[in-house]
C-alpha cells in the first residue's frame, strides 16, 4: 500500500517548474484566498508563500507545519521567532533575485538623475519644449552612498564602479576591509547621509530599521541629493520625506517601495514631478521569479525528505534536530 504523501501549501502562484517539482513528492495545495490561509493549510507540513502572512497564530493553527518558504529574500511577512520557538524551518531564497533588483536600483538611480518619466510624459503630450525646462545631472564625480552593504548592494557598487563615482557605504555587520573589497569606503550612517549625491537603502525590515531614515537622517541629506529605496517601504518614514520634499530640502527621490502597499492613490508622492516610482516589482524579472520559486520550493523539497536546505534563516532549528550545516 502506497504511504499517503506529505502535503505542501503554495500560498499565491510561483512558476510551474516549482509547483511540478513539489508535486513530484508531495500532495501540493494551491491556495485560493489567503484570509483562509489556516484552513486552507490543515494538514500540511510546509507551505510556501510570497507576500501572505505566516503569524504565530497560523502556525499554532496548523500543528502538521514542519517548514515555511519565502519566495525571495526578505521574511518579514513571517514570524520568525515565533517559528523558531515551535522548531518549524523558515527557508528563504536569498540570491535568486539579487541581479534583478541590483539592476533595477541602478535603473531608478538613473531614471532620477535624467528626470526620464517626466520628460517622458512630455515628449507623449506634445510639450517637446520641456527638453529646457529641466536640468540633468550626471552620475560622474558623484558620491553614491549604500545603506547596507548585503549582496544587492554589492551588486550595485559592482555595477555603478563603470559610472566614476565615489562609493561609500554604512552597516554595522560588515568590516572595512569587507568594504574595500567591494570598492567602498565604510563610513557611519550619519556622514554617509552627509556626503552622498544618492542615497541608496538596502538594509532589511527590522525593528531597528523601522522607519529609520526619518527626520534625523534626512535632515542630513544635501538639498540637492536623492533617496532610492528598492529594498523596503517602511525602513522611510513616508511623511518626513514627502515633508522634505515639498520643502526643498531634498533633491528627489526614486522607489519601488511604499508604506503602506499597495500605497494610497492620493500619496503626495505621485504629484512630484523629482520623483520616480515603480510598483515594488523590482525582482520580478522573468529570471528571478523562476529562481526565487525553484529555491523556495527546493528548500521545502530539501526539508522534507531529510536534507539539509541551502538556505536556512533560522539555522537554530536543523541544530536542535542534530544536522550537521
Known amino acids: ?43 500540511c507540513a510546509g507551505i510556501l508563500v510570497r507576500v501572505a502572512e505566516i503569524t504565530a ?41 539579487s541581479n534583478a533588483v541590483a539592476e533595477h536600483t541602478v535603473t531608478l538611480i538613473l531614471a532620477a538623475c535624467k528626470r526620464l518619466t517626466v520628460l517622458d510624459q512630455a515628449v507623449r503630450q ?42 561609500i557605504g554604512s552597516d554595522p555587520f560588515v568590516s572595512r576591509e569587507a568594504a574595500a573589497e567591494a570598492g567602498v569606503e565604510l563610513v557611519t550612517a550619519e556622514e554617509l547621509f552627509q556626503r552622498a549625491d544618492v542615497v541608496s537603502l538596502h538594509a532589511p525590515l ?34 518626513a520625506l514627502i515633508q522634505a520634499l515639498r520643502e526643498g530640502r531634498l533633491g528627489g527621490a526614486a522607489l519601488d517601495v511604499f508604506d503602506p502597499e499597495p500605497p494610497r492613490e492620493d500619496n503626495p508622492l505621485f504629484g512630484m514631478d523629482n520623483v520616480v516610482v515603480s510598483p515594488h516589482n523590482a525582482a520580478l524579472t522573468g529570471q528571478a521569479l523562476t529562481a526565487m520559486a525553484m529555491d523556495s520550493a527546493g528548500g521545502i523539497l530539501d526539508f522534507l525528505t531529510g536534507g539539509i536546505p541551502a538556505y536556512p534563516v533560522n539555522r537554530e532549528v536543523l541544530a536542535k534536530k542534530g544536522a550537521v550545516l
Open 57 to 97: 497564530e497560523i502556525m499554532d493553527a496548523v500543528p502538521t507545519l514542519r517548514v515555511v518558504a519565502k519566495h525571495g529574500v526578505g521574511v518579514d511577512n513571517i514570524d520568525v521567532a515565533a517559528a523558531t520557538s515551535r522548531g518549524i524551518l523558515v527557508v528563504n531564497a536569498p540570491t535568486a533575485n
Open 126 to 167: 506634445g510639450a517637446f519644449s520641456k527638453r529646457n525646462q529641466y536640468t540633468l545631472t550626471e552620475l560622474r564625480g558623484k558620491t553614491v552612498g549604500l545603506v547596507g552593504l548585503g549582496r544587492i548592494a554589492r551588486l550595485v557598487a559592482r555595477k555603478l564602479s563603470g559610472f566614476d563615482v565615489e562609493l
Open 1 to 43: 500500500m502506497e504511504l499517503q504523501k506529505q502535503r505542501v501549501y503554495i500560498s499565491e502562484p510561483i512558476h510551474p517548474a516549482a509547483a511540478a517539482l513539489l508535486a513530484e513528492r508531495f500532495e501540493v495545495v494551491q491556495g485560493r484566498d489567503r484570509s483562509r490561509l489556516a484552513e486552507e493549510a490543515q494538514g
Open 206 to 239: 527590522t525593528a531597528e530599521t523601522h522607519k529609520m531614515v526619518g527626520p534625523r537622517l534626512l535632515g542630513l541629506m544635501k538639498p540637492s541629493a536623492l533617496l532610492v529605496n528598492a529594498s523596503r517601504g517602511p525602513i522611510v518614514d513616508e511623511e
